[in-house]
Structure formats: C-alpha cells, structure tokens
C-alpha cells in the first residue's frame, strides 16, 4: 500500500516556480487555493482518522503560462497549542482529545469548551477576505497573499461565536451574488438558523430557522431561485456524549448515530420570507450536493448519495491503508425530484459509477445544466483511495474518466472560457498525487473531451486534500 497518500507533509513549500509540461492557455490566470489534512501526527501521537490532520494550505498562482506553488499550514488555535505541546489538546473526528489524560483529569476537562477546530475542510472567500473552514462555524482568517494566519473569525452579529455547527460549503447564488449557509445549536433538541452571510465581512444574518427533534450532522446544502434546501439526514449528533467526549473516551464521529427509520427530510426554505415546506424521502447520507433548481412543479437537486454513513468509519486511517476504499463504499450520483403538489421525493439514479467531491459550471447554479465533474474510483488491484477523475452528462448519461495508475487525483474544479458559448467549453483543475514520482502535479484538462493540457510538478508530495477555490483575475499576487 502506498502510504505517501497519507503520508505528513513535513515542511511548508516557499513560493516555487514550477515547470511546466504543455501549454497553459494564456487566458487562465488566477490562484488555485486548496485546504486539507496535511499532518497526522503530533509527537508521539498519531490521528486516526483522514479528517483529524492537520490544515495545510496551498496555492497555485498560474500567470503568463507559468506556475508557482506555496504551502503553509493553518496556524489555528489547534494546531498550535497542539504541536506546542506535541500532545493531542482536541477532540476531532477520529481522535480523543488528551489521549493520556487521567480520567480524573479528563472528567474535570470534560466542563471545557473545546478548541475551534483546525478548519481544515474547505476555503471561504468574502471581497478582500479569505478563511479555512469546516463543519464547525469557527473560521481561521488568512492572507490570500502570504498564505500567513491572521486568527479566528470574530463574529459581531447576532449569533457571535456560540453557534457550534456551520456546513464547511456555503451556496452561492452567482446572479444575486448571495451566500447562504446554516448555523446549529446543538441541544437536547436540533436548533438550526438558516442565514445569509455578508459578502464584503463574515457577518451572518438571519432568514429563517428550524426547531427539530435532534441535532443531525450536515456538510452542505442545496439552492434554487426561491429556496435555501437544508437537508436532515438521520445522522443524530448526542449531545450528551459530544459534551462528555473526553471523559468517554469518544472522537466525534462516536457521537454521531444513524437512524434510517427517521427518513431523509428536504425543508425548503424560502428565500425571501424563511417560510419551510419539508418533504420525505427514503432514508441516505450525504456530504455533497452538486446543483439544484426549478422546472415546473418540482425542486430537482442533483446530490452524491452513499446508503448509509459507514464511509465515515472507512475513512479510518488504519483502516483505510488496510483495506483501501471498496466501489460499494462510494457514493452515486443521484437526482431528487420534490413534486410540490403531491409533496412526494423521487430519488433517480443518474449514473452507475462512483462520484464524490463534485463540482460544475459555476455560471449554471440554481439552473438546469449538464455536466457533474468529479473525484471517482476505478477497482484495481492495488486501489487505495479515489484513483480517478469523472465527467457525467445528466442528461445523455455520457461519461469521461481520466485515470492513469498511480495517480491518486483531487476535487476537479471547472474553470470556463472567457466568453465560452458552451457548458463544457473549459479547463478542469485538480492536484495530482504522482505515486511514482514521489510528487504532486497541477494538472489541466481540457474540459470538454477530458484530454490532458498541461501539468506542473511541485517539489513535494501533497497528500491529498480537501476542497479548494479557483480566484480568476480578482487580484494581484505577491511573491
Ligand atoms: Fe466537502
């Protein structure tokens, strides 16, 4: 098994100038900002989960045909009172906070409030601000430039700081230039506020709430023209066991319980006046949507659905260099049709080969599109983790796949043609894991057929990571 997929990235990269093989079409110009775990351990500690490691930030400038590459990580509260102390000060996904604590220690530790996490999930850029973000609604602020922590978020509006839970992906309407996201209260019941967030500061406003019989886990939502969807997957957070994690010895994801005979709820909430309409569905989980909109009397929202969370237990460092990742682990692309007359949810199954991480043609959100490009998993011998890249047509159910053995892609990200008449008419992004080389490469793809344009090598490995933004021409970088 190749352990280099997992494998801590030791030193941060100064800015590097990388040589490119192939042409980069002179109209691509931006920065490629990317966050995911980049070390797993502290001391003599190990994390045990893929989620648990630690936030590295990356950025590919991409100027004139040339590439540069950086790397720094996130120096979040976590982190640093934890390699500080070389000791684990924070209970994430897969790992207990204290690991060698006393229980006498751990129980009076119990009544503490937990660090903000490492925000390692994704990136969330407002005007001239840019932050690391997770699930947790704690956010790291950062220079977009220097890549150098500038600290947590302080909120100032209503919701302040007290608000644990906010999904790591906000939606973004690209025409009315809103971001919608959702805050939770975890409680002996679910308390959600559905809010706007302020596109120049980090404020959130509210437009709406839900009351519900228990907190459940949620990573991101879906947007039409007239609804925020927030949806209620049974995977019930115990707040009881959360708030006793230490002394009980539970990581997070310990704490999190799935209960099918609950269904999955799709609450449509208005976005003008926070009115909610909730629909039933069969139960399933969920961590991405890809896009959602409106056609006649039905909601349609295109989302990567796994049968049940056990993915989240396979994702288990251990056992994940164990066993790797099976085809029946992945998620499949499936479309809700929510009829709003007969209040019915249809779930369609729009393809057969495995996808996660989607993305698609930013300039088709809230609207019916065609193309969902992905991370996938072809079955080999030696297969460890998503081992290729995947476009399917929704429509025609056409697909594409780059895979090349040994190479262990990233999140494919869509970047169009300046003027592009055509939904496909673009460049796909995504950080390639060269097993053999012992390096990772920016690789460029034509969008349309899926053929390799270019690649950039960077002088490290990076394993592979989360989530990341493509910023075209919105700035000017400095070296
Ligand atoms: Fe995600």
């Given amino acids: 098994m190749d352990s280099l997929i997992y494998k801590s990235i030791e030193k941060e990269t100064p800015n590097s100038k990388l040589t490119v093989e192939g042409q980069i079409p002179e109209w691509l110009s931006g920065d490629l900002i990317r966050n995911g775990p ?91 601000r840019i932050a690391a973000v997770s699930d947790f609604s704690s956010m790291v602020e950062f220079d977009i430039n220097t890549l150098e922590t500038k600290g947590d978020v302080k909120f100032s509006d209503q919701f302040g700081n007290d608000y644990m839970f906010s999904a790591a992906h906000s939606c973004y309407d690209p025409d009315t230039k809103e971001i919608f996201n959702c805050l939770g209260k975890p409680g002996p019941k679910g308390n959600f506020s559905f809010v706007k967030i302020s596109e120049s500061t980090f404020e959130r406003k509210p437009f709406g709430s839900l009351s519900a019989p228990k907190h459940t886990y949620f990573h991101s939502y879906a947007l039409t023209k007239n609804y925020f969807i927030f949806i209620e997957q049974p995977l019930e957070l115990n707040i009881w066991q959360l708030m006793f994690s230490r002394f009980l010895n539970r990581p997070y994801e310990a704490c999190l319980h799935w209960k099918p005979e609950n269904g999955t709820k799709f609450h449509l909430v208005n976005r003008l006046n926070g009115e909610v309409k909730t629909f039933k569905s069969t139960p399933f989980f969920f961590f991405h949507t890809v896009n959602a909109f409106e056609e006649a009397n039905e909601v349609i929202i295109d989302l990567c659905l796994y049968n049940d969370p056990s993915v989240i237990k396979d994702l288990y460092l251990d056992k994940l260099k164990q066993n790797g990742l099976k085809k029946e682990s992945m998620s499949l692309l499936y479309r809700a049709k929510i009829n709003l007359e007969i209040g019915t949810v249809d779930l369609i199954q729009l393809s057969d080969i495995p996808l996660d991480l989607p993305s698609f043609n930013m300039t088709r959100a809230c609207k019916s599109y065609n193309y969902v490009y992905g991370l996938g998993l072809k079955e080999t011998e030696d297969i460890e983790v998503n081992n290729q890249l995947v476009k399917i047509d929704v429509r025609s159910e056409d697909i594409k796949v780059w895979y090349h053995k040994g190479m262990y892609p990233s999140e494919p990200l869509f970047v169009g043609t300046p003027g592009s008449a055509s939904e496909d008419d673009g460049i796909i992004l995504s950080v390639v894991l060269d097993i053999q080389k012992q390096s990772s490469f920016l690789l460029l793809l034509n969008a349309s057929d899926f053929t390799e344009i270019a690649r950039a090598y960077a002088p490290v490995h990076l394993p592979i990571g989360l989530h990341g933004m493509f910023y075209q021409n919105k700035h000017t970088s400095k070296f």
Wanted: with cysteine.
């Fill in 38 to 128: 980049a070390k797993f351990e502290v001391g003599d500690y190990k994390l045990n989960h893929w989620f648990d490691g630690y936030s590295m930030i990356h950025k590919f400038s991409i100027q004139d045909g040339k590439v540069y590459y950086k790397s720094k990580f996130l120096q979040s509260n976590d982190y640093i009172k934890s390699t500080s102390a070389n000791y684990i000060k924070n209970r994430s996904w897969g790992t207990v906070a204290d690991p060698c604590a006393s229980i006498f220690n751990k129980f009076f530790s119990a009544f503490t409030k937990p660090e903000a996490s490492n925000a390692s999930v994704s990136i969330l850029k407002n005007g001239n």
